[in-house]
């Protein structure tokens, strides 16, 4: 579990550090990057800095919303550091897609446990994300090994939860999943509606088998309906109009229209952004709102 800090990087008021340690839950070395913002370093902090998750899409690495998404500016602004996790497990020894895909597999472990041979020995990214990596970071940052710097990083409870794509299904999943955990939950173009569209058909299909029962723990349009509302707690989620995916892939229309019926009506706030793809383009563009929003839920405004 213990960690080796590969790189370290000076980045607006704060360092950007790409980690890397070995999982339990993935049974792999995994590699994280973390934003440590300014009040890590000079001292400012009120208390312990809280933490906010991000879960990235498709085929990315911690690098990805890491460089492109600009959180920093925002994370020293409030005073949050940020975690970015990979999106599944990696090595010579972890199963691939079988078709030869990026859709699936290496690049694509959907924040779920898989059940199914032979993705239930490395493909267990719900608990590596909601459970280890969280406790691992605590262990981590208590230890004399902790990277240079005077404040205190809350990992465990004053933390919120964010993501784009399949990251985003990760983030809306994991938060109705585990609602006494974080604070807040964003989502950037989330994958919403799992069991109906052909990224989420292939990842549950791979990961959780056929029996479509087993798939209805991470649907975010059943956790809605089966997850009481818990005062205080806020969903915010971002689409572009011009999403290449939207329409196919990511379905926000048929979770949209469960919203008002759901344990969740009015807590939900799906906003439609004129113009925008699925690209970072769209993600940076929203960042500073969403970085408000959890600013918030973490008591930091």
Request: charged share 20%.
């Amino acid at each position: 579990m213990s960690f080796k800090i590969k790189e370290e990087i000076r980045c607006a008021g704060g360092k950007l550090l790409k980690v890397m340690h070995s999982s339990k839950a993935t049974g792999t070395s995994m590699d994280v990057n973390l934003y440590l913002p300014q009040q890590y370093y000079d001292g400012t902090a009120k208390g312990k800095i809280p933490s906010l998750y991000f879960l990235s899409g498709l085929t990315c690495t911690p690098n990805n919303a890491s460089e492109k998404a600009f959180w920093h500016r925002e994370a020293d602004k409030y005073g949050f550091a940020m975690v970015f996790p990979d999106t599944s497990p990696r090595g010579p020894n972890v199963p691939t897609d079988p078709q030869g895909g990026w859709d699936f597999a290496v690049g694509a472990g959907f924040y779920v446990n898989a059940t199914q041979p032979p993705y239930n020995t490395n493909f267990n990214m719900y608990q590596y994300v909601h459970s280890e990596l969280p406790t691992a970071l605590t262990e981590f940052f208590s230890s004399g090994t902790r990277p240079t710097g005077v404040g205190s990083i809350d990992f465990l409870e004053n933390v919120s939860i964010t993501g784009h794509s399949m990251g985003g299904f990760g983030a809306v999943a994991g938060f109705l999943k585990n609602i006494n955990k974080y604070k807040s939950c964003s989502a950037f173009a989330p994958i919403i509606d799992p069991t109906t569209t052909p990224w989420g058909v292939k990842a549950f299909t791979g990961y959780l088998g056929e029996d479509k029962s087993a798939w209805k723990q991470y649907d975010p349009c059943e956790l809605i309906n089966n997850v009481p509302y818990v005062s205080g707690k806020e969903i915010l989620i971002h689409y572009g109009t011009d999403d290449q995916w939207k329409e196919q892939y990511l379905r926000p229309e048929n979770f949209m229209k469960l919203v008002p019926q759901s344990l969740w009506a009015n807590h939900i706030n799906v906003k439609m952004a004129e113009g925008f793809d699925h690209s970072y383009y769209f993600v940076s563009t929203f960042v500073p709102e969403h970085a408000e929003f959890h600013a918030k839920h973490l008591g930091l405004i």
